[in-house]
């Protein structure tokens, strides 16, 4: 790329390895100079200003399925794994990440509810989760933070939420790394495969596990889908098993980057970690902070149902516009000082970042999110007095759309 040339959508992913490396270079002029890109490669517009993406994501109007967008477009290309019987209720093809109204909110709404509930009583399940992890790494002079202590905490966190028994929970994981791969446009004939047969192995488990909760019922998700139904919530059986492995997918590696990432930025930043070390509570403030300048998920979509404008630039209907979720984050109209961890910023009633984006589609596992990262940054830097970085340059995955590190070397001084 020239210094003049605008990014488009395929470099403002982390498949481009300029892109990774420094976000910023790419993000800071496109807000500048070009808010709101038409991108003529992939079809998409792509929404840099915190303002217009904060828009976007709030309107009820917009479409999020990429059957819907324009079919030359990039996005509309993001299809199934496997064809899809045109018969089949959209409810039952894809799940709630992908699906708009009215479906999308029959089931959202008892998902939601059920999810929730667990959510607000899981601290003392995460709490458990991230001892056990860390009695694991006890006296070890190093390890791999992302392999050792980000990539467990969430697997095991919603397997117990959802009631996988502690027996399978090593194939469980193995089913969710596969799934992953479907996140990946550019993924190969061999990930597909392999996504295929894990989601197969997945949806056979939680099968089995509803028709086990049917008949002696646990103190799981599981147990609260399967009840929800018997009490009339409009739900069908593939329905909960597509939003089940939703809750997989969306959950594990996000949760992943947060903790990798925060713990990151925090080794970075000793001031502020002094500062967590002395008042724990502002583990809140520092999870806000990772969320906002390292966000896990780059860019989100909503495709336009009809000809439209954005500050004045022509939208045609079936567009699908992405917002920048990073640089929305990065906006210095909204954000002073905006490249700096400041764990402050919440105090002063900073506007509300777009990590977990918004609207309808809003992040249904944000609550989770959270409270998995207080919890880790605290237990973690309390277990690890000495903990400091050990590598040189951080590692970053290649996952376009996702910012998250493969490998965090740290030491322990232990
Ligand atoms: C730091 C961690 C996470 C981040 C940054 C994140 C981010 C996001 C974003 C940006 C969206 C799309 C929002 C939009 O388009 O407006 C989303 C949706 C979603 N997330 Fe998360 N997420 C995280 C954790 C989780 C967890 C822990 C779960 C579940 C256990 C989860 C499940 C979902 C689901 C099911 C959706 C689709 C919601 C819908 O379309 O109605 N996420 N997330």
Request: proline share 9%; hydrophobic share 50%; with cysteine.
């Amino acid at each position: 790329m020239t210094e003049d040339a605008l990014p488009g959508f395929v470099e403002l992913t982390a498949a481009d390895p300029a892109y990774s490396a420094c976000p910023e270079a790419r993000l800071a002029p496109l807000r500048r100079r070009c808010p709101v890109h038409a991108d003529p490669l992939t079809g998409h517009v792509l929404l840099a200003r915190h303002a217009d993406a904060r828009r976007l994501l709030a309107d009820p109007a917009l479409w999020r399925h990429p059957s819907r967008a324009r079919p030359d477009t990039l996005f509309h290309r993001f299809t199934a794994l496997r064809p899809v019987d045109p018969a089949v209720p959209p409810g039952e093809r894809t799940s709630i990440l992908m699906l708009d109204q009215p479906d999308h909110l029959r089931i959202r709404t008892p998902l939601q509810q059920a999810f929730h509930a667990r959510v607000f009583r899981a601290r003392p399940l995460v709490e458990e989760v991230v001892a056990d992890v860390l009695e694991g790494l006890a006296g070890a002079p190093a390890f791999d933070l992302v392999a050792a202590f980000a990539e467990p905490v969430p697997i095991h966190a919603i397997a117990r939420i959802l009631g996988v028994a502690p027996e399978r929970r090593e194939e469980f994981r193995r089913w969710s790394e596969a799934i992953i791969l479907t996140l990946n446009p550019l993924r190969t004939p061999e990930e597909d495969a392999a996504a295929i047969a894990a989601t197969d192995a997945l949806h056979a488990h939680f099968a089995e596990l509803m028709a086990a909760r049917r008949k002696v019922p646990a103190d799981d998700l599981v147990t609260d889908l399967v009840q929800a139904q018997a009490a009339g919530a409009p739900l069908s059986d593939r329905e909960i098993l597509l939003n089940l492995t939703a809750l997989l997918v969306g959950g594990n590696l996000t949760t992943t980057d947060l903790i990798a990432s925060g713990v990151r930025l925090l080794l970075l930043n000793p001031e502020a970690l002094a500062r967590l070390r002395a008042d724990p509570s502002l583990a809140a403030a520092a999870v806000e902070e990772t969320l906002r300048l390292e966000g896990p998920v780059d860019v989100t979509p909503r495709i336009a149902p009809s000809d439209m404008e954005i500050a004045g630039v022509p939208v045609p209907a079936g567009t699908p516009v992405f917002a920048l979720l990073r640089a929305a984050n990065r906006d210095p109209e909204v954000f002073a000082e905006p490249d700096r961890f400041d764990l402050g910023r919440q105090a002063g009633g900073a506007a509300p970042h777009l990590a977990f984006g918004g609207g309808a589609h809003s992040c249904i596992g944000a609550a989770l999110a959270r409270l998995e990262a207080r919890v880790a940054f605290q237990r973690l830097f309390a277990a690890f007095p000495g903990l400091r970085l050990a590598g040189e340059a951080p590692a970053w995955r290649s996952l376009p759309g996702f910012r998250g590190l493969a490998r965090l070397p740290v030491a322990t001084g232990a």
